[in-house]
């Protein structure tokens, strides 16, 4: 297929995506007294149980082996190295938010690491003093007016809403590098990512630990951690002020 169809249905369906999100989310939700819109949390919790019995199986045995058996050096150039592959979305959203400063801020990282990092094994930019920026397309939704929606848990993905997951299937259209590689190296960023989330799940160990296996309720202290972080990373004050962290579900897990 060429680069011009892809192009082309790629566009299509971030037009369908998007106006299919702006249907599905923009409707004011019923007010929460915790600030917290759930009206799927059996299943939720059901998805959860299931994640966490991942984590504790799969993924943390992995994570912290690989954190114990790399580098920090390696597992840095390794995380440098697949966001500087992601730098292009960022690029695009940055676009579509009007953002042009943004934009320019991810170009000239983009460039600088890709050519004096080596690709962007090395993130050389930041030792420039070139301020990093990131977003995606859920923050492009939240720029355009789209509501947050429910509150979902996605297998192996975990936390997200309504909006936040539509975002998440529209960005694995929005980076131009997925159009101008070819097979195999476009797959490159994706090992690179998943190497990186295990890189952060085995770092941050004991905080994932203590939120999963002994908090009394660990989806419901998962779930207003993760809204909490995602709303003030957006800058959406209004919905961030009404959860009360300490006010925690205290049902059975």
């Given at each position: 297929?060429?680069?011009?169809c ?14 299919l999100?702006?249907?599905a ?5 019923p ?16 998805v ?37 592959l992601g ?8 676009l ?11 170009t000239?990282r ?6 004096l ?28 007016g789209v509501g ?8 192996l ?33 994706t ?9 952060r ?25 993760w ?17 009360d ?9």
């Open positions: 297929m060429s680069l011009f892809r192009a082309r249905r790629a566009a299509l369906l971030l037009i369908a995506v998007g106006s999100a702006a249907c989310t923009s409707d004011q939700r007010a929460q007294p915790d600030g917290v819109f759930d009206p799927y949390e059996a299943q939720n919790r059901r959860h149980a299931f994640n966490r019995g991942l984590d504790r199986a799969v993924v943390r045995p992995a994570a912290v082996g690989y954190s114990t058996v790399l580098p920090d050096e390696i597992e840095d150039s390794i995380s440098h190295f697949a966001k500087n730098e292009p979305s960022v690029v695009v959203n940055s579509l938010q009007g953002d042009a400063r943004g934009a320019g801020i991810s000239v983009f460039l600088t690491n890709s050519v990092g080596i690709f962007g094994l090395f993130d050389v930019a930041s030792d420039f003093q070139i301020p990093q920026h990131d977003t995606d397309f859920g923050e492009t939704l939240y720029v355009w947050e929606g429910a509150y979902i848990e996605l297998p993905l975990g936390p997200s809403t309504a909006r936040n997951t539509t975002g998440k299937v529209v960005d694995l259209f929005t980076n131009p590098l997925s159009y101008m590689v070819e097979s195999p190296e476009q797959y490159y960023g090992v690179a990512a998943a190497a990186s989330g295990l890189s799940r085995g770092r941050f160990s004991d905080t994932v630990d203590s939120i999963l296996y002994e908090s009394a309720d660990s989806y419901a202290q998962a779930r207003l951690i809204l909490q972080n995602r709303r003030f990373q957006l800058g959406d004050t209004g919905t961030a002020a009404a959860i962290p300490f006010a925690l579900d205290t049902e059975g897990f």
